[in-house]
């Protein structure tokens, strides 16, 4: 019989793990659970969730998130049943019974067959074995060090990541396209502010409440990766100065150079994302929408990815992983969970059963096909495998799906065709999987 080592007993390695032992393969699954445990985890049962008992949206027609998880389900997710299984009251939200959750994900597998769990600390992987490692953002020190060698000069330890906004959100005539002194090809978005614009956006900035850290996420920061939130309580102007600085830049609607000036960088190809340049933060979401909302382009601007800034150990996807969720220079060992560069839940979960699926086909001499990019869980495993010299984690959002054909105005509308196309797509594609 086949067998494939997972490494990590997490969402994506309970995905991983279910999944291939459906399929016949034997799955030895490995997790330092319960001998040793991780600062952030204190539960022996796989699954845990951590910081929160909330899996987002469940809106399959209104939210990608919602629409992942319905693309899970399709594909026979164990996660997304242990959800639906130990949901609690939310609204909107599918939030579950954190430990019925864990202990339901913990007997589904143990209950297979084809599952044996190890309760070891993994120290080294073979290139010649079949291996999916799914150890998170709190992998051990050996296993990055291997990991290390399997990807030079590839991983990254803090995520610091601005955010970022559909375009088609940003107030018309608000912003202007350009860069500084005329230099480039004028792809910037800019988006000017007065001075009494400037001295609010600063005066809310300085009092809007923060993410407070874990111990174990607490850090030197360094400048770099400087929050915005604590550039500007270095003085009034920092901020004209750094990323705002407006020089080099001209507003055509009153030929001036604005008094402050916020540029946004596209982060796709399409021009549907743009990435607040400079703007990492600790704010809380909702208080990132409400103080970069005195910014008048952002008034009502759509956030597809908020700032964040926290331990977070991830590999530069782009540079090390085939679109299968493979290593470039390792095809028999792949990666999944939040270390890709997926952020969230379920986001971890669903890159768990994308390398899963690849994987089982890859060992059974299958045609290789991958998860359309019209999905959600398609579109992910492209943008984290696209090239891209600022690469940071990226979680479920419409703005990664492939345009429409043709043009939908209503946002309502919009998504609902992009669910549509999606959940068309999946289907084809699990008839495909299980010919």
């Given at each position: 019989m086949n067998k494939v080592k997972v490494i990590g007993a997490g969402l994506a390695g309970a995905e991983a793990a279910y999944y291939l032992a459906r399929?016949?393969?034997?799955?030895?699954?490995?997790?330092?659970?319960?001998?040793?445990?991780?600062?952030?985890?204190?539960?022996?049962?796989?699954?845990?969730?951590?910081?929160?008992?909330?899996?987002?949206?469940?809106?399959?027609?209104?939210?990608?998130?919602?629409?992942?998880?319905?693309?899970?389900r399709i594909l026979g997710s164990v996660t997304?049943?242990?959800?639906?299984?130990?949901?609690?009251?939310?609204?909107?939200?599918?939030?579950?019974?954190?430990?019925?959750?864990?202990?339901?994900?913990?007997?589904?597998?143990?209950?297979?067959?084809?599952?044996?769990?190890?309760?070891?600390?993994?120290?080294?992987?073979?290139?010649?074995?079949?291996?999916?490692?799914?150890?998170?953002?709190?992998?051990?020190?050996?296993?990055?060090?291997?990991?290390?060698?399997?990807?030079?000069?590839?991983?990254?330890?803090?995520?610091?990541?601005?955010?970022?906004?559909?375009?088609?959100?940003?107030?018309?005539?608000?912003?202007?396209?350009?860069?500084?002194?005329?230099?480039?090809?004028?792809?910037?978005?800019?988006?000017?502010m007065d001075k009494e614009e400037y001295d609010r956006f600063i005066d809310e900035l300085l009092s809007a409440e923060k993410t407070?850290?874990?111990?174990?996420?607490?850090?030197?920061?360094?400048e770099g990766c400087m929050p915005v939130e604590i550039m500007a309580a270095r003085g009034k102007d920092t901020l004209r100065f750094g990323p705002l600085k407006p020089v080099g830049l001209y507003d055509p609607v009153t030929g001036k150079r604005p008094y402050a000036c916020l540029q946004l960088r596209k982060e796709n190809a399409e021009g549907t994302m743009y990435n607040l340049v400079g703007f990492q933060t600790n704010l809380?979401?909702?208080?990132?929408?409400?103080?970069?909302?005195?910014?008048?382009?952002?008034?009502?601007?759509?956030?597809?990815?908020?700032?964040?800034?926290h331990r977070n150990t991830f590999i530069n996807s782009p540079k090390a992983l085939n679109p299968d969720y493979s290593f470039k220079n390792y095809p028999k060992v792949f990666l999944a969970g939040q270390i890709t560069g997926v952020e969230g839940y379920v986001e971890s979960a669903a890159s768990g059963l994308a390398a899963a699926i690849y994987c089982e086909r890859k060992i059974n001499g299958k045609e290789p096909i991958l998860a359309p990019s019209v999905t959600v869980m398609g579109s992910l495993a492209r943008y984290i495998t696209t090239d891209n010299k600022d690469f940071q984690p990226m979680n479920a959002n419409f703005g990664i799906l492939p345009m429409l054909n043709g043009v939908i105005k209503d946002k309502s509308k919009k998504k609902y065709a992009l669910a549509e196309r999606s959940l068309s797509a999946i289907n084809e594609f699990y008839k495909e999987l299980e010919q």
């Open positions: 399929k016949g393969i034997k799955v030895e699954l490995y997790d330092m659970k319960p001998n040793k445990y991780t600062p952030a985890h204190k539960s022996p049962n796989f699954s845990e969730l951590v910081c929160s008992n909330s899996l987002k949206s469940n809106d399959v027609y209104g939210n990608a998130a919602g629409l992942l998880k319905q693309e899970m997304m049943a242990a959800a639906d299984k130990t949901a609690v009251p939310a609204g909107g939200a599918l939030a579950v019974d954190r430990e019925k959750f864990s202990e339901s994900v913990t007997e589904t597998l143990l209950a297979q067959k084809n599952v044996e769990f190890i309760s070891e600390e993994v120290k080294d992987i073979s290139p010649d074995e079949y291996t999916i490692i799914a150890t998170g953002p709190l992998t051990s020190e050996p296993l990055i060090k291997k990991l290390e060698d399997f990807a030079p000069d590839s991983l990254s330890f803090y995520d610091a990541s601005a955010p970022i906004v559909s375009f088609e959100s940003l107030e018309e005539g608000k912003f202007f396209f350009g860069d500084r002194y005329g230099k480039g090809n004028g792809d910037h978005v800019n988006c000017p407070e850290l874990h111990e174990f996420e607490k850090t030197e920061i360094f809380k979401f909702g208080e990132q929408k409400r103080v970069f909302g005195i910014i008048p382009a952002l008034k009502n601007a759509e956030y597809l990815r908020y700032g964040v800034m």
